[in-house]
Structures are given as structure tokens and as C-alpha cells.
């Protein structure tokens, strides 16, 4: 049976009523009732679909799974690729930019066309990319697919439009980057080694120029067989065959000699004048054992060679390091002359690149520092010094230092607390950096104009906490705190209880909730702990109150559906309480001194508190009948109260912060009183231990929701799946589950429908379904708030929807957000006057003025795992109900502003983001933005207002995005420029002598060598060109309309402008040579006039 609900803008909309009598919306007992008609809402609802679209504004954080790296030495652009077919390009602080290749393949190797605006990815699917850098979002404009050869290496010479690609069977392929099809000229394996060689020299490991040479490429073998190859007569130079394996080879920049590096760990230099032996070989870690014999060493995976005008060579490789020495960290060595510095570093490295002042391999390098690119790091060594210090990154790369647990994102924040957030953190910045400026220093980034406050806070596995200004798109981490320091170290072989309930990580953060006007910040530990802080310019020594809570449900909770009574029934309340309680039947039970202990123990000494944020107290549930205290799955807190709320699977209990007392602590089923909607059967403590190992594993599996969604909510911590109930309607006695309390806020509100005035209220969630609304009597006299108790009474007003209780908020009749009261920050640490105290400043904000006539009524939206509802209060009438997914459930929902309005944003674990226009709950976007959801996505997501959100995307980067079309129109202004327009540097004069003997490089043409003129056409089934979307061809298709042809019209000037430009430069040079020339011929007519023939 379904009933209609006509809501008052005229729509319709369907409310289903379970067989099982569980009402749509409910009384104080929770019967169905026909909702009372409302006086006329009068609200205009402003927002519409068009104000709405997702789009990705930009990624933080370090590369996950990193694979290569690239570097642009004139645009100063590094390129970092990942395995997960991610691209991330790095400029100056806020040129910052994430492209990904659709197909996820991982990057294998990257190529800058230096100074051009254009990347060469190569893939593990076999396929090249060409990446448009010259725009704020990169596109790729072409791409290549090779169907029979999988490709090794790639090596772009400078100013070339020829790639040579490598292949797993020894071949090198030609490509032409303007028009990415392959050349007809093909290097086969076999005519590159000698015909007598019996054995496949395996795959193409190393590809370059020779510096002295343009027109001979060497090859490099992974069996160690090295061939220079001559372009112009295709047929090897010289053969070498060596014995180790090759992994890397380095040229002297003058062409003559050139250094490899080999799986043994050893070094060999090479001339051209003699390729039958190597002229040196090093083992630089190997030492010389007593039998005469080098100690057996690692691989050194990659050298580079490079010179320096006023100093010595420069020798750097990672790896080599000997096997006997166990446990040794990864390291990067640095040889400069007989000098040999070994770097060590926290990860193994995964790539490196020397950054040189010249982009010429034919001149001296002058290398200045290493970028080194490690597994979970990236850090970049100044060798322009000698003790060879790192550069300070400017990048938040350090977002994984310790796993992020949780995230909040604030936007709007007051402008004052960045400011002060930095002052305090930059005091513990680390010191001896080099003092140079970051050498990846390439594009241009302005800030936008429209910018506000934004912060970001994440919560670590060790505890951590960390600030961070995440203001118009970047990210720069202001302020780090320790909630470690707040309780005492375990004792070595004294692990306790704690150790049960949580093996690794006892401090990981599970919540977070701030207050940034008040600055009071209140931190959810994995051990069932709340630690609450204030924040203070200056240090303070103090002691950190400690309050001991038993939150204890000896009650199974059994459901079953009735129609016609409800049966209360009571239990434990087992906590301290000011209010008398009812008896119970288990209240006179001891508890034990040895089950009623903390999962840690809090210092209990005078602390000193250096500038920050400072504890004042800790909120610890208790160890009950040899059982953990189970996580706290809810916390709210309200600075104007002075109050602090948690609950979790067994109860709620409310903290008076300021008199450092707890207010209440009840089981759930105890707030309801005599208005439990549902029948419960006790049975026997249940005995199960819960599962809290998997809160800090950032798992890549995505999860099976079906399998999720057929889990019993006690079965798993919430944290570790999608865990709590997914409806409030039971159809089967059977069935079981724990009521959590899943979300808490205090507000301004009514506790019963006949109270004339809003008065302190808390709204209390759970997992079935139900709200309770709490009043409570705070004395408003400061001095009587410190004195006299609050008192906190449920009255038994129950509001029922589908699904567990994810998020409240309120509105005004004018549809305006009510935010809830908060006190103004002061400084409690600052020496003042003890004659005239400073008194507390409290903020109420009141209804706006367009409701007055309607009196103090107000609107509250409650959104659940299912649906939505607004409630008119006090009359507690359900206005507008819409049922968000019946397939899926929501994971993360708020109400935020968007375009001077407000509405309900909602992300579902299927993947889907939503927004509810407020209140009448209208769709208005509804996109399958991620298609299947993993835990880490689930519990990092968050929404803020200016209609922006983030997840975390891996462990070890936060992806931000917009639901916002204002945003998405405005993105293009806020990003960064990768490519700004630079003369490429000249090339150096090398003088007549070096230009005459030093080989004919410069007149190598390789247009005439690999053009299909002469090499004629490349196989069309070993590789296919397909267009990019990025491509001129796309762009010229989407591109329509008047500003179309403007833009392109616009193009062709430039393009014809700079060719007139071009051309005017050449004709002056032909002029100047024609006067030279005549002058010339003029002088040598004058001398020879009068000569006879004979005197020639």
C-alpha cells in the first residue's frame, strides 16, 4: 500500500509505508498520523540544474606508485608518471597539474619536446601519447599503438621531430612527432649485431645521439651488446660485446667516451677509439675480499656522466651497494673527482635525473642539482654545494607521512586563522635546506579573483594532526599536532588491554570536529577517545583533565514490528549522571577495578603546552566485563554550550567541558523513554571482540557492495565497511542489530511540540532510522554557567525516516541556513587583568527578518542513508520528503551553499554525487561520477561550501573537485600556465677547428634520411595512429560559432605573422651577405685590373 503526500509547491511525491507498519514520518510515539497542514511556505528557491556541474580541480599530494620521470631544462617542467596511467606536471608553487591516460596503463617512460609544450608518454600498453602542454588542462593530441612490438625505450633528440622507440626484441622504430606515423626506417635486430652471433641480444635498453654526431645512434642491449649504428649508411659502427648485463649508459659530452652501468654493480668506461676492452672498470662499493676477489654487489640501475667547466666530472648512480650489508637503505652516490658522497635516502629510488644549465648534449653540462624520485618521496639534492644539501619542496608531498584516517575541508573559514595557524607552525619548520631557490621553477600562476578562506584538515594513523591552507587551489601545510602527546608511552612488554583492542597505530584519528570561530578543536581516537583543545599565541603549563565514561548496552537489540504498543524496556545506564535514573534490574552489579580501566593512559602531571593548540580534557570509554569500549561512531560539539556529545553502538553520552562533568550517559534504548517505536528482547551480552585492525589500511580493492550490504552491523568496525543499517524497516524477528548513534548536533530548536520557544536542544541520530530531540536548561549567567549544573532531559520526541541518520542542519522561512550558536575565541593563556576577566562572548544567530510573522518556527532537514526529509518545527509536520536511492545507500551528505543559496549534497556508494534543492528536496544534479567506490573514497569524501568537495583518491594524494558550474566556468582563470613562451638558449660557438675536425653533425638532415620520400612508408599493422580529442582536429570541430572562426582566424595571423617575421629575417641576412659579397668582388676587380692573364 503506497499513500501520497501532496507537498506544498505542488509537486508530488511518493512516501512508501512498510507492510511492517513503520510510519513515513512519525509522532512523539512514533505512530503514523496525517500530516497537519502548514501555514504557506513562501520560500524562492533560486538554484536550478544549470547552477550545477563536476568537474576535478586539482590534485595534492604525492604521486601514488610513481614510475618515471622527465624534465624540461628551458621551460623548467618536471614530469612524474605513475602506474596507474597518471601524468603529474610540476612548475613554481601553484603550477601544479594531474593528466591521466585513459586507459590506466602505467607510464613507462616520459619525453619532454624541450621547449615546445608537448610530452611523449609511453605506456605498458604499448601506445605513445602526445600530450598538448600550451593549455591549462593538457589534452593528448595523437596517440600510437604498436600491435606487434613491445616498446622498451624511447630517446628524443633535442630540437627533432623524430623519436626513436626500442623494442622488447631488439628492433628501433621511428616516429614522426608532427604527424605520429612511423618512418619506413626500421633498425632491425639482426642486421644490427654480426651475422655470426648466435644469440638474440635481447630488448632495447638504451637509445641515444652521439654528442659529436648526430647521425650515428647508439644501441644499447640488455644482454650488454652495444652497437653504434651510423643513420646515413645503415651499418654499425663498432660492436661491443660485453659480459654483465647493461642497465644504463651515459655519454662524456664531447662525444669520445661514454660509461655504462651493469647488473654486478660495476662501472665501465668506453672509448671510441678502442671498443674492444673498456679503458676503466670500478666497482664503486665493491671492495677487494682477501682471495683477491670483488664482494658480489647490487645492480646500479642508472649513471649519468656529467662535466662541469670548474670542478670535475660529475659521476652519479643509484645502487651498487654490496649484498653483505643487510637492511642498508636505498642510496644515491655522488662521485666528483676522488670524492665519493653516498646519499641515503627513506625509500627505494625509483628514478633520477641530473638538471643541467644546457640543453645541448655537445656542450659542457654544468650540472646544478638531482632530482630523485623515490617510491613514497620526491626530493631534489643541490650539488652546486659541497655537502650536498636538499632543496626545501614547496609541493605538499608529505599528505602520506602517516596514513590519513580521516579528512574535513572548511571553506570560508575566517580570514584571521590562516595567518595564525602559520605563525605557530612555522616556528617547528625544519632547518638546513639549501638556501638556492627551487630550480623547478617554470610556468606562471596568479591568484584568482575569487578566493576565500579554505582549510583543509586530515587526521593520521600515528595521531598527527595536520593544518592545511588549501586557499584557491593550492595546498601549503600551516600547522601540525600530536595527539600522541596527550597520553602517556606504553611500556616495552607492557602492552595491556590497549594491545588487544588495537595492535598497530592506538592513536589513529577517526573523527574530527572544529569550530573555527571559537578555534575549539575535539579529536576521535581509534581507542575510543576524545581529546578537546583550545588554542592559545602563547605556552601554558597545565594538567590535562581526564574523564572516565562507561557507555555499556547489556541489551540485545531485537526488533520486531508493532503496530499498536510499544513496549519500553530500560537497562544499565551504567555512567555517571546527574539525573535521577529508572532502577534497573543490573544496576547494583560491581564493576570490576581490573575491567574498569582506559584503552591508554593519560599523563597526569603538570605538561608545558608551546603556542597551539593545547589539551584541556580527554573523554575515555571503559574496558566492561573484560569487553573493549566499542569506537565512537558520532561527536558534536558547541563552543556557546560548553557541551560535547558522543555516541556509539552502545549509547550517548553528553560532556559539560567547562565544569569538566558528564552530563549524561544512557544506552539507546534509555532516550527513547516510553516512545520506542519498536519492541526489544534482551538476551545475554553478546561476546564478540571487535575488529579494529583495518582503520589505517588505505585499501585499492574496491569494494563489493552487495557483499558490504549483507553484513550485520557488529560484525565489522565501521571503519572497515559499509556497516550500518541500511533501513529502518524489519520484516523478520530474526533479524538483529545494534541501534549506533550515528550523528549529533546541538541547536537552537524544540524538544517537544508544545514549547513556544526554541531553546538548547541536541539532535540525536541512530541506525535504524530515528531522531531524538534532547533539551537541555543552560544557565545563560556566565557565572552561574560555572557553578550551576545543565540539565539534560529526553523527553521521548522521535521522528523516523528510512536508513541510518546521517546529517541535520535548519532553516529559516526564508530558506536561509541557521548556523548554530558558537562563543568567540579567546585567548584564556594571555596575561590580562585578574580584576576584570575577560568574559565570554557568545554569537546566537537569530532567525532572518523575512520569517517574522511567522514567529521563531523553523525548518529542519534531516537526511538518512535513503532519504531526505524536512520537518517544520515544533509542530514537527513532515513538509517534503524525497527518496534519494533505493539501490544504493549514501555515505556522505551536507547541506552547503552554492551560488548565495543552499542545498542538500549527497554522495551515494555507488558513486553518485547528488544535490537536493532545500527545502522543497527538488534533484538537481544527480552524476555517476566515480563507478564503483573503495573504503578510503568512502571515509575521506567530504563536501564545503562554494560547492567543492574532496576524497582522498590514494593513500597518498587528495583530489579535489567541484560540483559548482560558476567554478567550473572560473577553473580556467584559477589553474596554472605549464608553458610560457622562452628563447631556446643559442647553441655555443665551438670555433673552426672543432667545427672542422669534430665531425659533421650540423649538416645531419634527417627529414631526408626517415621522410617517406626516401624511407618510404612505416608498417601500417605494427602501429596505429589514432587522433587524440586534444587534437587540432577536434578542436577545430568544437570549435564553432563566431568565436570559433575569430580564435582560428587569430591563429592563422600569428602562424603568418611569425612566418612574415621569419622571413624578413632571412631577406636581411641575404642582403647583408649580398653587400658583403659585392664589396668583396669589387676589391678584387680593383686589385686585378691591370694584371695580365699570365700574371694569375
Known amino acids: ?53 563536476i568537474c576535478k ?100 633528440p633535442f630540437q627533432s621531430k623524430w623519436l ?25 635486430w639482426n642486421k644490427a649485431i654480426e651475422l655470426s652471433t648466435k644469440t638474440h641480444p635481447g630488448p632495447v635498453v638504451h637509445l641515444s645521439d652521439s654528442p659529436k654526431d648526430e647521425g ?35 655519454w662524456h659530452h664531447e662525444g669520445r667516451q661514454f660509461m655504462c652501468s651493469h647488473s654486478d654493480g660495476s662501472l665501465s668506461m668506453w672509448n671510441l677509439r678502442n671498443t674492444a676492452k673498456p679503458f676503466q672498470v670500478t666497482f664503486p662499493h665493491g671492495k677487494t675480499q682477501r682471495d683477491g676477489r670483488k664482494e658480489s654487489c647490487k645492480p646500479i640501475l642508472k649513471v649519468e656522466y656529467k662535466t662541469s667547466r670548474n670542478s670535475e666530472a660529475f659521476v652519479i648512480f643509484s645502487g651498487g651497494l654490496s649484498y653483505d650489508k643487510a637492511g642498508r637503505r636505498p642510496t644515491l652516490t655522488i662521485m666528483h673527482g676522488k670524492a665519493i658522497t653516498v646519499l641515503e635516502m627513506d625509500y627505494p629510488i625509483v628514478d633520477f635525473m641530473v638538471l643541467c644549465d644546457t640543453p645541448y648534449l655537445n656542450e659542457v653540462q654544468e650540472p646544478y642539482a638531482v632530482v630523485v624520485l623515490l617510491e613514497k618521496d620526491f626530493v631534489v639534492v643541490d650539488l652546486t654545494q659541497s655537502n650536498f644539501p636538499i632543496f626545501e619542496n614547496p609541493y605538499p608531498m608529505d599528505v602520506h607521512e602517516s596514513p590519513v584516517t580521516c579528512t574535513a575541508y572548511f571553506a570560508d573559514c575566517p580570514p584571521d586563522i590562516i595567518p595564525v595557524l602559520y605563525s605557530i607552525g612555522a616556528k617547528h619548520k625544519k632547518t638546513g635546506y639549501s638556501h638556492k631557490e627551487w630550480p623547478v621553477s617554470g610556468g606562471t600562476w596568479t ?12 587526521g593520521h594513523a600515528d595521531g598527527s594532526i595536520k593544518f592545511w591552507d588549501a586557499t584557491a587551489i593550492t595546498l601549503q601545510m600551516l600547522y601540525k599536532l600530536k595527539t600522541s602527546k596527550v597520553f602517556e608511552n606504553p611500556k616495552s612488554g607492557d602492552v595491556g588491554r590497549s594491545g588487544e583492542l588495537v595492535e598497530e597505530d592506538p592513536y589513529a584519528v577517526q573523527m574530527i570536529s572544529w569550530c573555527p570561530q571559537s578555534r575549539i578543536f575535539c579529536v576521535v581516537g581509534i581507542s575510543a577517545h576524545v581529546i578537546l583543545y583550545r588554542f592559545s599565541k602563547h605556552d601554558a603549563n597545565t594538567t590535562i583533565t581526564s574523564l572516565e565514561v562507561r557507555l555499556q548496552c547489556e541489551m540485545e537489540d531485537v526488533i520486531s514490528p508493532s503496530d499498536t504498543e510499544n513496549t519500553p524496556c530500560y537497562s544499565d545506564p551504567s555512567g555517571l549522571s546527574p539525573q535521577p535514573q529508572p532502577p534497573s534490574p543490573r544496576s547494583n552489579t560491581p564493576d570490576s577495578a581490573r575491567d574498569s580501566i582506559p584503552c591508554l593512559k593519560v599523563k597526569d602531571r603538570m605538561i608545558r603546552m608551546p603556542p597551539g593548540y593545547q589539551a584541556e580534557l580527554v573523554v575515555q570509554l571503559l574496558w566492561i566485563d573484560g569487553e573493549p569500549p566499542q569506537q565512537i561512531t558520532s561527536l558534536d560539539l558547541n563552543s556557546a554550550y560548553g557541551l560535547l556529545a558522543v555516541g556509539n553502538c552502545n549509547g550517548l553520552a553528553v560532556v559539560d567541558y567547562l565544569q569538566k562533568t558528564i552530563l549524561l550517559c544512557m544506552n539507546t534504548l534509555e532516550l527513547y523513554g516510553s516512545a520506542d517505536p519498536f ?80 531553546t538548547p536542544c541536541l539532535w540525536v541520530g541512530t541506525s535504524l532510522g530515528l531522531v531524538l530531540i534532547i533539551p537541555m536548561s543552560i544557565p545563560m549567567d556566565e557565572q552561574e554557567r560555572q557553578e550551576d549544573p545543565v540539565t539534560v532531559v529526553p523527553t521521548g520526541t522521535v521522528l523516523m525516516l528510512k536508513g541510518s541518520i546521517l546529517r541535520f542542519s535548519f532553516l529559516d522561512f526564508g530558506g536561509a541556513l541557521i548556523h548554530s550558536p558558537y562563543e568567540v575565541w579567546r585567548d584564556q593563556q594571555a596575561p590580562g587583568d585578574p580584576d576584570r576577566p575577560r568574559k565570554r562572548k557568545l554569537v546566537n544567530f537569530s532567525p532572518s527578518s523575512s520569517q517574522e510573522a511567522s514567529g521563531d518556527c523553523h525548518l529542519a532537514v534531516v537526511c538518512s542513508e535513503k532519504q531526505a ?66 573504503m578510503r ?137 649580398a653587400e658583403t659579397f659585392s664589396k668583396h668582388a669589387h676589391e678584387m676587380m680593383l686589385k686585378c685590373k691591370d694584371k695580365k692573364w699570365y700574371q694569375f
Open 1 to 53: 500500500m503506497k499513500k501520497f503526500r501532496k507537498v506544498l509547491d505542488g509537486l508530488t511525491t511518493s512516501s512508501p509505508v512498510n507492510p511492517g507498519g513503520s510510519p513515513a514520518c512519525g509522532s512523539a510515539a512514533g505512530t503514523p498520523s496525517a500530516a497537519p497542514t502548514p501555514r504557506e511556505l513562501e520560500i524562492q528557491e533560486t538554484l536550478m540544474s544549470e547552477h550545477f556541474q
Open 57 to 156: 580541480t586539482v590534485r595534492h599530494g604525492f604521486p601514488y606508485q610513481p614510475t618515471a620521470l622527465a624534465f624540461d631544462p628551458v621551460q623548467k617542467i618536471l614530469a612524474i608518471g605513475t602506474r596507474s596511467g597518471g601524468v603529474r606536471l610540476l612548475g613554481r608553487p601553484g603550477v601544479d597539474c594531474h593528466c591521466q591516460h585513459e586507459s590506466g596503463a602505467a607510464v613507462l617512460q616520459l619525453q619532454f619536446l624541450i621547449n615546445e609544450g608537448a610530452l611523449v608518454t609511453a605506456c605498458a600498453d604499448d601506445t605513445l601519447h602526445l600530450w598538448n602542454l600550451r593549455q591549462r588542462r593538457p589534452a593528448i593530441l595523437h596517440s600510437l599503438k604498436f600491435n606487434r612490438e613491445r616498446i622498451t625505450f624511447c630517446h628524443l
Open 164 to 188: 626513436y622507440v626500442g623494442t622488447e626484441r631488439g628492433n628501433t622504430h621511428i616516429v614522426n612527432i608532427e604527424s605520429f606515423v612511423l618512418s619506413g626506417y626500421v633498425i632491425m
Open 216 to 250: 650515428k645512434l647508439l644501441i644499447g642491449f640488455e644482454s650488454g651488446t652495444i652497437v653504434m649504428w651510423d643513420l646515413r649508411v645503415k651499418r654499425a659502427d663498432f660492436r661491443i660485446y660485453y659480459d654483465e648485463a647493461i642497465h644504463s649508459v651515459s
Open 447 to 458: 591568484v584568482g579573483s575569487q578566493t576565500y578562506p579554505e582549510i583543509i584538515v586530515t
Open 679 to 758: 519492541q526489544r528482547l534482551t538476551r545475554s551480552p553478546r561476546k564478540n571482540r571487535q575488529s579494529t585492525s583495518g582503520l589505517t589500511e588505505l585499501s585499492d580493492n574496491q569494494v563489493s557492495l552487495d557483499l558490504e550490504r549483507s553484513k550485520s552491523p557488529t560484525s565489522e568496525s565501521r571503519e572497515n565497511s559499509f556497516s550500518r543499517s541500511r533501513s529502518s524497516s524489519v520484516s523478520s524477528i530474526d533479524r538483529e542489530t545494534k541501534e549506533a548513534v550515528t550523528t549529533l548536533q546541538f541547536m537552537e530548536s524544540y524538544g517537544r511540540k508544545s514549547d513556544p520557544l526554541p
Open 869 to 934: 526529509k524536512v520537518f517544520l518545527m515544533p509542530t514537527q509536520a513532515c513538509l517534503y520528503v524525497h527518496n534519494i536511492t533505493e539501490s544504493s545507500f549514501v555515505l556522505r551528505a551536507d547541506v552547503v551553499s552554492v551560488c548565495n543559496s543552499v542545498c542538500l549534497a549527497c554522495f551515494c556508494a555507488n558513486g553518485h554525487i547528488m544535490t537536493l534543492s532545500l527545502p522543497s528536496l527538488r534533484p538537481l544534479l544527480d552524476v555517476n561520477y566515480l563507478p564503483l567506490t573503495d
Open 937 to 1073: 573514497i568512502a571515509r575521506t569524501f567530504c563536501f564545503t561550501n562554494g560547492g567543492q568537495a574532496l576524497y582522498l583518491c590514494s593513500p597518498t594524494e587528495i583530489q579535489r573537485i567541484t560540483y559548482s558550474q560558476e567554478m567550473c566556468d572560473n577553473l580556467q582563470e584559477m589553474l596554472g600556465e605549464l608553458f610560457t613562451p622562452i628563447e631556446t638558449p643559442e647553441a655555443q660557438n665551438r670555433g673552426f677547428l672543432k667545427g672542422f675536425f669534430g665531425g659533421n653533425a650540423q649538416t645531419f638532415d634527417r627529414e631526408e634520411l626517415f621522410g617517406e620520400a626516401s624511407a618510404g612508408k612505416g608498417s601500417r599493422s605494427l602501429a596505429q595512429h589514432i587522433p587524440g580529442q586534444g587534437g587540432m582536429e577536434g578542436m577545430k570541430a568544437a570549435a564553432g560559432g563566431v568565436v570559433g572562426e575569430l580564435a582560428r582566424a587569430r591563429i592563422a595571423l600569428d602562424e603568418r605573422g611569425q612566418r612574415l617575421g621569419e622571413l624578413e629575417e632571412r631577406t636581411a641576412l641575404m642582403m647583408s651577405s
